[in-house]
Structure formats: C-alpha cells, structure tokens
C-alpha cells in the first residue's frame, strides 16, 4: 500500500500543478478561449517555460541545497527542513510571473502563477509554526484554478471538479498512509491552496483578463 501511496505522491506532486493546470486549460479542456485562441506554438511555449520555474528548477535547487547536506532528504519529511526551500521555490514563480508580465499571454496565467507563489510564500510562513501540506496545497490550487477559470469564461467544468476532488481524496490518503501528515495538515494544506487562487483571482476580478 505504501508503494501505492508513494506513486501517487511522485505523480502528483505540488510542483507538477501548475504545468497539469496549463496542460488542462490548453488540451484538456475543449472549446474554450485557451484551446482555440491560442496558437499551438504559445501553447507548448507557456508549458515549457512553466514546467521549468515550478518544478525543474525548484528540484534542481532541492538537489543542490541536499549534495550541499543543507537538508537531510529531497523529500523535506522534516518540519525544519521545508522553510527556505518553499521560500525559494516562491521567488521561482514570482521569477516566472516577472518573465511573463510583459508577455501578450492571457492575463488569468499570469494570476495563477502568481496565486502557486503567494501559495508557496505563505506555506513557508505557516511552516515556521505548523506543518503543512505542500501535496494539498498543490491540488486546492489546481481547483480553485478551475473554478475561477469556469466562472470567467462561463463554462461548465463539473465532471474536472469532480476528477479533481477524487484525485485530491487519493493524495491526502497517500501522504496520511506514507505518515507524512496528520489530518490537521491536510485539510489546511488544501484549502489554503483553494482559497489563494479563488481569493486572488475574484479579488482581483476587475482586470480585463484578455
């Protein structure tokens, strides 16, 4: 069962949720302003560039801060051990965002990729007190993603919620059953996820997201 878990924990990894996002906005998800308005080069382009800030590059540093012995595992199972690498992986989406800011692309990626560093920002704040799901804070994210996504371009994404909802249910059986987190840490982890991006995004709902 733990080598279940621990597929299902690598497959869905936080890092891996905002390239899934993009994928699911370009390809996944038809007939929408994102699948016919936007040129199949700007495509793969946007998900490439994404796929590099928010997880090759934050692994890279993983690696790196572990050879250094600055942390014990790449894995971060140790409370003490997620500080500064969440921090940096934050400056790594706020990088991405300043590359893109200037860039005609839609707006609401722009959004996103700022709510996963803000996300990411705040689950190093919250880490100095109290454990948290990054795994969690992943697939909240990917939903509240959805959800603002749905309600701007007024399309109906349930059967995605409810993939989305089953797949984070799997997650956080997975990190309970690899003891990596106690219920507590899960739910919190989720809904901070959840409530960044749907917070952000309808926060900042006035913008033209064109």
Same mark, same amino acid.
């Given at each position: 069962?733990?080598?279940? *878990?621990?597929?299902?924990?690598?497959?869905? &990894?936080?890092?891996?949720?905002? $390239?899934? *996002?993009? !994928?699911?906005?370009?390809?996944? /998800? &038809?007939?929408? =302003?994102?699948? @016919?308005? $936007?040129?199949?080069?700007?495509? #793969?382009?946007?998900?490439?560039? =994404?796929?590099?800030?928010?997880?090759?590059?934050?692994?890279?540093?993983?690696?790196?801060?572990?050879?250094?012995?600055?942390?014990?595992?790449?894995?971060?199972?140790?409370?003490?051990?997620? $500080?500064?690498?969440? +921090?940096?992986?934050?400056? @790594?989406?706020?990088?991405?965002?300043?590359?893109?800011?200037?860039?005609? +692309? #839609?707006?609401?990626?722009?959004? @996103?990729?700022?709510?996963?560093?803000?996300?990411? !920002?705040?689950?190093a704040l919250i880490n100095l007190k109290f454990k948290i799901s990054a795994h969690m804070i992943g697939i909240g994210g990917l939903l509240g993603i959805l959800i603002s996504i749905s309600y701007l371009t007024k399309y109906d994404l349930t059967i995605f919620y409810i993939i989305v909802i089953i797949t *984070?249910?799997? /997650?956080?059986?997975?990190?309970?059953?690899? %003891?990596? &987190?106690?219920?507590? %840490? +899960?739910?919190?982890?989720?809904?901070?996820?959840?409530?960044? %991006?749907?917070?952000?995004?309808?926060?900042?709902?006035?913008? $033209? @997201? *064109?």
């Open positions: 069962m733990k080598t279940l *878990a621990f597929i299902i924990s690598v497959l869905f &990894h936080p890092l891996l949720m905002l $390239t899934y *996002a993009c !994928l699911l906005l370009f390809y996944g /998800i &038809h007939n929408t =302003v994102y699948d @016919f308005l $936007t040129p199949f080069n700007t495509k #793969w382009r946007i998900v490439l560039l =994404v796929f590099m800030f928010s997880f090759a590059f934050p692994v890279l540093n993983l690696f790196l801060l572990y050879r250094l012995k600055r942390i014990p595992s790449i894995t971060l199972s140790n409370q003490q051990d997620r $500080t500064f690498p969440y +921090i940096m992986t934050s400056l @790594f989406y706020f990088g991405l965002f300043y590359l893109l800011m200037d860039i005609n +692309i #839609w707006n609401s990626i722009k959004l @996103f990729i700022i709510g996963g560093g803000i996300s990411m !920002l705040l689950a *984070a249910g799997l /997650i956080g059986f997975a990190r309970l059953q690899l %003891q990596e &987190h106690k219920p507590s %840490q +899960i739910y919190l982890g989720f809904l901070l996820g959840l409530l960044v %991006q749907i917070g952000l995004f309808f926060g900042l709902s006035k913008i $033209t @997201f *064109a």
